[in-house]
């Protein structure tokens, strides 16, 4: 992506101040699930610029949020507390910072700094900003309207209406279908925005940087870069020891709600709706879904008619199947399901156990991480798996700069293979939760024979990996069926040869397939409304999974007045 020279100069100059490790180029990305929704009230183009004083309004050549006074306007005027009252009668958690309550080093600095709500503080912010009741800040705001459930225009109107209170704000509620808004805010167009988080790996590291560093926060549409908090970040994140650790978030902490580069809203619960009689769910903090444990009981009644097949419902929809590319947690969902990374979980755990490798040996300063392949693994065509691809994976990460490159790169400096059988990776610092990251779907091969080195290739055709299902048929938007892999390598082979995958446009439509019976399961995005209607119908199980979900609200740090985005200097 174009802002990759910016960020790699910024990462190698607090690489190298810190004198940790060998630098490495960094670059962007893109994260979240997919489903289809209604469209846009409003036509699909790029997001209104904000209108703001001639007095103390940025330069048409500054970013609309440039100014933190701002930020911290806003953030000081949400009342979460009575959001979730009003929204979802108290069934979700305020969140007072990115990083789940109950994570190690955990803390709450929005609480710590701007109470439950502010309402005062926000005003005065907002006339030192050279805003008033005549001269307001007029923002612009953004939503996908059914992806994360039916509720999501509710909690928009509320938020509205708080930051209206202040007297000196003005907001426009804009909508899109995910697709063209995941590509809206990938690509830079909206201004102020809300999304949804599910951790890539199991560390308070993946709920601060990919929201927060030069590197991985343009994959979220947030381009948020300061050199000062990559500092700190890496700081924490390579740290070993616990207390030392723990102060150093406790630092993140202060500094990220002095900057307010993105603002956590509530923690939200999933929901898993299934017949009677089907076993083997579960899901954990990884927020995995491995279909290859999935059974019918004796008593169970296969809407198919037919134990072999078992029919999965969701409201996501396929953004990527190139694991070097895929950013979005229903495309890793199927990745990891056709696929296997290095390193897996124990289904229904965040217990690591061995996956294509065996667990790595570490280096005595942490930088690298040595992986042996097990013996015998091929790609469901048979193509033998080998050190070489983990390479290759490599090099597609640092040329084609898919949207996911920058959660490996902004870790990894380099990938050898020392033979056919053992893979090298070299790390930019010490990081101790490597094991985790070598878990995530980006460290699932891929196919040669289907991706190749030079291409991208969001929509394939089939999938051959190394996994327990292989795919082999994707009707976007409708359905994409998998099949047992006669070739997996692993002891735990399906119980279910056949998974299809049904779409569905909204939480209202798939929970009313699962209640005529015409699906087995109704998966992500239920929301809290269907989940708690369910729970009523005879023969359907309804479950909460324990595992963060985060709502929050994007800053666009870098769009300018125009709606364009500020050149890097």
Not at 207 to 222: E, H, K, M, V, Y
Not at 258 to 271: A, G, H, K, M, S
Request: charged content about 20%; hydrophobic content about 40%.
């Amino acid at each position: 992506m174009k802002f990759k020279p910016m960020y790699l100069v910024i990462a190698v100059l607090v690489l190298c101040a810190m004198v940790l490790g060998a630098c490495a180029p960094a670059a962007p990305a893109a994260e979240a699930p997919a489903a289809e929704a209604p469209a846009a009230e409003a036509p699909v183009e790029e997001a209104p610029a904000a209108e703001v004083p001639a007095t103390e309004a940025p330069a048409a050549d500054e970013p609309i949020w440039g100014n933190p006074l701002v930020r911290q306007a806003v953030a000081a005027a949400i009342d979460r507390e009575s959001l979730v009252d009003r929204v979802f009668e108290g069934r979700n958690i305020p969140a007072y910072h990115m990083v789940p309550e109950g994570y190690p080093y955990a803390t709450e600095p929005f609480l710590d700094k701007f109470g439950t709500r502010d309402l005062d503080m926000a005003k005065d912010l907002l006339t030192e900003a050279g805003y008033s009741e005549d001269n307001k800040f007029e923002m612009v705001l953004w939503y996908p309207p059914e992806h994360y459930g039916t509720t999501t225009a509710d909690v928009m109107q509320v938020l509205k209406e708080q930051l209206e209170e202040t007297g000196m704000i003005s907001v426009d509620l804009q909508s899109q279908n995910w697709a063209e808004y995941v590509d809206s805010f990938v690509a830079g167009k909206l201004p102020f925005f809300m999304l949804g988080w599910f951790p890539d790996f199991v560390d308070p590291e993946n709920w601060l940087t990919p929201f927060a560093s030069c590197t991985q926060s343009p994959d979220n549409g947030i381009f948020y870069c300061d050199p000062k908090m990559d500092e700190l970040l890496l700081s924490a994140a390579s740290t070993a020891d616990d207390a030392e650790r723990e102060a150093k978030y406790q630092e993140v902490g202060e500094y990220y709600v002095d900057q307010v580069p993105t603002i956590p809203l509530f923690w939200e619960p999933e929901f898993i709706t299934y017949r009677n009689g089907i076993e083997g769910i579960a899901i954990g903090a990884p927020f995995e879904f491995n279909y290859n444990v999935l059974k019918f009981g004796a008593d169970a009644k296969p809407v198919s008619g037919n134990a072999d097949t078992i029919i999965i419902g969701t409201t996501d929809e396929v953004n990527s199947l190139d694991a070097n590319d895929a950013y979005a947690t229903h495309d890793w969902e199927i990745i990891k399901n056709t696929g296997a990374p290095l390193l897996k979980y124990v289904p229904g755990t965040a217990e690591l156990q061995t996956g294509v490798a065996e667990f790595p040996t570490v280096s005595e300063d942490g930088l690298t991480w040595t992986f042996k392949l097990k013996e015998g693994v091929t790609f469901a065509d048979g193509t033998p798996l080998t050190a070489n691809d983990y390479v290759r994976a490599w090099n597609r990460f640092e040329n084609l700069q898919g949207q996911v490159s920058g959660l490996i790169q902004v870790y990894v400096a380099d990938v050898q293979a020392a033979d056919d059988q053992t893979v090298v990776f070299t790390l930019n610092a010490p990081f101790g939760f490597f094991d985790a990251l070598a878990a995530t779907a980006p460290m699932v091969p891929v196919n040669p024979a289907e991706f190749p080195d030079d291409e991208l290739v969001q929509f394939p055709e089939k999938l051959d990996g190394v996994g327990p299902y292989r795919m082999v048929s994707n009707k976007p938007g409708e359905q994409l069926v998998l099949e047992a892999n006669p070739n997996y390598f692993g002891d735990d082979k399906p119980n279910i040869k056949n998974v299809i995958v049904r779409y569905f446009a909204d939480p209202t439509t798939m929970s009313n397939a699962i209640e005529k019976g015409e699906i087995d399961i109704a998966w992500r995005v239920l929301g809290p409304v269907e989940a708690t209607r369910l729970q009523s119908v005879e023969g359907l199980t309804v479950e909460t999974i324990n595992a963060p979900s985060l709502r929050y609200l994007c800053f666009n740090h870098k769009i300018l007045p125009d709606g364009t985005m500020k050149a890097d200097e």
